[in-house]
Antibody, heavy 120, light 114 residues
C-alpha cells in the first residue's frame, strides 16, 4: 500500500525558515517524480514544487521560486522542501503527492498534509 | 503552464437533483497519439486530501458511485452528479496532466445542498 507521510509543519514568523519532509513507502520511491501541493485556508490547490525521480529536474511555482528548494533522498525514501523567507501567504496545508501512470491507469496518492502557519 | 478554469465557483443543488460542473483548459489536453484526454476530476471534503474520481476525463475510479460521470474532450469537460446525495457535498477540482509538470488544477467548485 502506497503511503506518504508529511512532517515538519508548524508555526514560524515572517522571514523565517522551515523544512518539510515526506516519507514514502509501498512503492519504488526512486521511480517516481514527487510533488508538493499546498492549500491555503479556505482556498484551492496550488502546485508548489516537483522533483524528478533522479533529481535531475525540478519545478517551482512562481510564488515560491527563489525561496523554496526541493530535494529527495532515494536511499531513505524521503522528499524534502526547504522553505525560507516565509511570508504570511505561505500559510497553508502542504501535501506530498505523486501520480502514477501504469498500464493505462492513472493513480493519485496524497499524504494527509502538514500545516505551516506564518505569522508574527 | 496550462490554465484550468472551472464554472461555477459554487452551486447549491437539492437532494436527488443533478449537479453539473464545467472545466475548460487553455489548450487541448487530448493526446492524438492515444486519443485520451489527460484530465482528472477530484473530490475534496473538509480536512481530507483530494480524492481522484475520474481520469482520462471519463474513466471512473474504483469505488466511485455511478451517479458520478465525467465527459468532454479537447478543452471542455463536465462532471455530472445525478441524484445528489448529502455525502456529495464537497469541493470538486479538475486537473490536467497533459503537460509536463506542473499538473495544474482548476480553482475548485464548492457543491452544497439547497
Amino acid at each position: 500500500e502506497v503511503q506518504l507521510l508529511e512532517s515538519g509543519g508548524g508555526f514560524v514568523q515572517p522571514g523565517g525558515s522551515l523544512t518539510l519532509t515526506c516519507a514514502g513507502s509501498g512503492f519504488t520511491f526512486s521511480s517516481y517524480a514527487m510533488n508538493w501541493v499546498r492549500q491555503a485556508p479556505g482556498k484551492g490547490l496550488e502546485w508548489v514544487s516537483s522533483i524528478s525521480g533522479s533529481s535531475e529536474k525540478t519545478y517551482y511555482g512562481d510564488s515560491v521560486k527563489g525561496r523554496f528548494t526541493v530535494s529527495r533522498d532515494n536511499s531513505k525514501n524521503t522528499l524534502s522542501l526547504q522553505m525560507s523567507s516565509l511570508r504570511a501567504e505561505d500559510t497553508a496545508v502542504y501535501y506530498c503527492a505523486k501520480w502514477a501512470f501504469d498500464f493505462g491507469v492513472v493513480r493519485s496518492y496524497w499524504g494527509q498534509g502538514t500545516l505551516v502557519t506564518v505569522s508574527s | 503552464d496550462i490554465v484550468m478554469t472551472q464554472s461555477p465557483d459554487s452551486l447549491a443543488v437539492s437532494l436527488g437533483e443533478r449537479a453539473t460542473i464545467n472545466c475548460k483548459s487553455s489548450q487541448s489536453v487530448l493526446h492524438r497519439s492515444n486519443n485520451r484526454n489527460y484530465l482528472g476530476w477530484y473530490q475534496q471534503k473538509p480536512g481530507q486530501p483530494p480524492k481522484l474520481l475520474f481520469y482520462w476525463a471519463s474513466t471512473r475510479e474504483s469505488g466511485v458511485p455511478d451517479r458520478f460521470s465525467g465527459s468532454g474532450s479537447g478543452t471542455d469537460f463536465t462532471l455530472t452528479i445525478s441524484n445528489l446525495q448529502a455525502e456529495d457535498v464537497a469541493v470538486y477540482y479538475c486537473q490536467q496532466y497533459y503537460s509536463s509538470l506542473p499538473y495544474t488544477f482548476g480553482q475548485g467548485t464548492k457543491l452544497e445542498i439547497k
